[in-house]
C-alpha cells in the first residue's frame, strides 16, 4: 500500500507561484506514474499533469502547460508541482496522485491517492 502525503498549499495572488511536493511512502515510487489532479469548488476533479518513471515524459492539461511544471527524485521518493503565473481559476484543492508500479503510462488509471492541499489564488 502507498501513502501519498501533498504539502506547499496555500494563499497567493495571481501572478505568484507556489509548489507542491507529494511525499511517498513504500519502495517502489521509482517505478510508479505520478500525477496531479485538482478540484475546484462545485467542479469535479480535473487532470492537471503526469510524470513518467524517469521523469523524462510529461503530460499537461492544456489550462495549464507552460506555467505548471512536474518532477521527481525518486531518491527522495517525492514528486513536485512548481505552479507559475498562477490565476484564480487555478484555485482548488490539488490532489497527488500514484499508478501502481510497473503499470502502462497510457493506462491513465490512478490507484492510490492523497489527502489533498488548498490552493487559493486571489485576484
Known amino acids: 500500500q502507498v501513502q501519498l502525503v501533498e504539502s506547499g498549499g496555500g494563499l497567493v495572488q495571481a501572478g505568484g507561484s507556489l509548489r507542491l511536493s507529494c511525499a511517498a511512502s513504500?519502495?517502489?515510487?521509482?517505478?510508479?506514474?505520478m500525477g496531479w489532479f485538482r478540484q475546484a469548488p462545485g467542479k469535479e476533479r480535473e487532470f492537471v499533469g503526469a510524470?513518467?518513471?524517469?521523469?523524462?515524459?510529461?503530460n499537461y492539461a492544456d489550462s495549464v502547460k507552460g506555467r505548471f511544471n512536474i518532477s521527481r527524485d525518486n531518491a527522495k521518493n517525492t514528486v513536485y508541482l512548481q505552479m507559475n503565473s498562477l490565476k484564480p481559476e487555478d484555485t482548488g484543492v490539488y490532489y497527488c496522485?500514484?499508478?501502481?508500479?510497473?503499470?502502462?503510462?497510457?493506462?491513465?488509471?490512478?490507484?492510490?491517492w492523497g489527502q489533498g492541499t488548498q490552493v487559493t489564488v486571489s485576484s
Open positions: 496522485a500514484a499508478q501502481k508500479p510497473d503499470v502502462s503510462w497510457t493506462t491513465g488509471r490512478y490507484d492510490y
Open positions: 513504500g519502495r517502489t515510487f521509482s517505478r510508479s506514474v
Open positions: 510524470l513518467s518513471c524517469s521523469g523524462i515524459i510529461r
